[in-house]
């Protein structure tokens, strides 16, 4: 390495040249950070994608941390010139000019190295413990601090010399692997993500003007009690209940975002459609034989506004049926990086190499406070602008409180919980097991999520309002639901994971028909995945490919509607290039609810009626209709794993 004539405290410092400052950041990230940011995804990538699509992935990857060095190179060099230019910092140019660029790639590297050691540390030792906001932001601070005070005093030649002789002896492979993953980049270009379609001249729709999908994430139909005659914490939303059909016993397919919202968009159960990891996307097919697309040869313009990219059509990979869809709705620092890198809608960039600018999302629990990041305004408003634009439209708006963190607006906070008490995010637990000791905590972070659901009501409210006033509500096919609910029993706090209880999965379902002024109750169990069946059919178009649901048409009309067993599931430890030999399944019939973990190879039967909360394993009490209703499981999951052979062959 050719040193130039700047020493500092022994160490002397190679001229700060743009090559020499962007191939020694080229091999820190690439070599370094890449690869523990890979393996600590890459139990859960090797369950939904294929070897050539992560090594597609990877080869982008590369290609944009060459770009990231690159910036780092030229902030370097510019440091360096500046400092020229003054007598005095001469001295300094070059230290100056590496530290800007080696710091911040020790910080990332150092980073990724100390959250892989955690998370393999709470997987070997069975611990479900985590960091707090306070501890994390702690850590950081002294790692800059240590970092720049050993880059500036006496440490500068024991640490700086040997890292940089370090990056200097591996540069050549880095720039080939980089040269290599720009050449497969190019033969094989990552899909880009088509900018909003232009308000096109739509065929007017046979069947209802406006369709309206509107989910609120995170909203228990056991806390918002909607449908029922007694106290509700959603006034609003009860009196759109009033012109409305109200299913007290609607269920989500899954107990978190992805699976639940694909079922939404193509009307098929997790086993089917296999986004059950929570960065995977839907089987191919599927993503081809959606609700939007269907809707649009109707005759409908297709929007979407999601405040979680977990529910976002890049996502699920079903982007392409839209004429518009936005990402949108947070003043979150973290969520930045990751809608950035949704522009690549196939890959799996956004839920890891996003972690290239660490510490965003712990420094937003600081920069928050006690207002929540995703407030709903921030999304139904440019929803609603784009709904009145002209043409008939199908729009899903999907917005993210009461979700965690339970941080309820000014207007609802306080009604339930006085004082300070959780008022801020730094005080609250997160998604979380907890001990019997500490249920009395519990109770009253779901009194917060509870005014976070009053403040959803509010904002849902206005929302409505607002259509109504446009004159675009009374015509409309207007759904209103969640994807899932949030447990606060069970010695689990949020949602995920293998809990699969009525508090995650029963979620509120109205719909309102155009015109309607009478109000329907509907008490027979059904599923998120009758939701796009009902609104293709209300919507004019033939029914979905791949739906597992059936059209609700009958029951909002009061004609007979058969009962039928509904279906959740949690499937996140498998793999869909594997047989079904892992997960937990759920069958509800009426008010019987089995609960299989495949795994574990264990069933539980629980009797809804009498045993809301789920506490009292009848199996052994009932052995014929757990016999029953395991057979029914049993069929379906034979089907699913038919279904998955053809889907991903071997």
Sequence with gaps: MRRGPHTDRGIAWPRASLWQLFSHALSALLLLWLPFALLRQLDAFI????????????????????????????????????????????????PAAWALVLIPCAWVCLWQLGGSSWAWFKLTAGADVSLTPHARITVTLLLLLVLGWGMWKGMAHRIAGPLLNML??????????????????????????????????????????????????TLAERDAQVCASGDTL????????????????AYSSANFTTPSTITLETGALPWHHWGVQIVAKAATPLQQGSLAPALRQAGYRTLSFSANILASPRHHGTDPGYDDQRILGSTALGSQPRVLLTRFPDTTLPFWLSSLVPFLDTLDVYLHGATHPYPPQLTYEPALAAIGERGSSFAWVHTLPPHDPFLPPASTKGRLLPGDELGKWSQQLGMTAFTEAQQGLVNKHRLRYREGIMGADEALGQFLTQLEQAGRLDDALVIVTSDHGESFAHGYMGHAGDILTDDVLRVPLLIKLPRQRQARVVDQPVSLADVAPTIADLGGAPPLPYQDGRSLRPALFGEPFPPQPVFAMAMERQSRFAPLQRGRYVVVDGLLKLVLDKGKGSTQLFELGSDPDELHDLSAARPQDTARLGQVLDERLREAEARRQRLFPR
Excluded: N, Y
């Design 47 to 94: 369950a939904f994608r294929t070897a050539s699509e992560l090594g597609s992935d990877l080869a982008l990857a590369a290609v944009l941390i060459g770009l990231q060095c690159l910036l780092l190179a030229v902030l370097g060099l510019t440091l360096r010139g500046l400092l020229a230019l003054v007598p005095a910092g001469r001295r300094w140019a070059d």
């Design 234 to 249: 959603m006034p609003h939303l009860r009196k759109f209940a009033a012109q409305a059909t109200c299913f007290s016993r």
């Design 168 to 217: 200097q002896s591996i540069r050549s492979l880095a720039l080939i692997l980089l040269v290599t993953a720009a050449g497969a980049t190019a033969w094989h270009p990552p899909r880009l993500l088509q900018p909003a379609s232009p308000v096109r001249p739509a065929s007017t729709p046979t069947a209802v003007k406006d369709i309206f999908l509107i989910t609120i994430d």
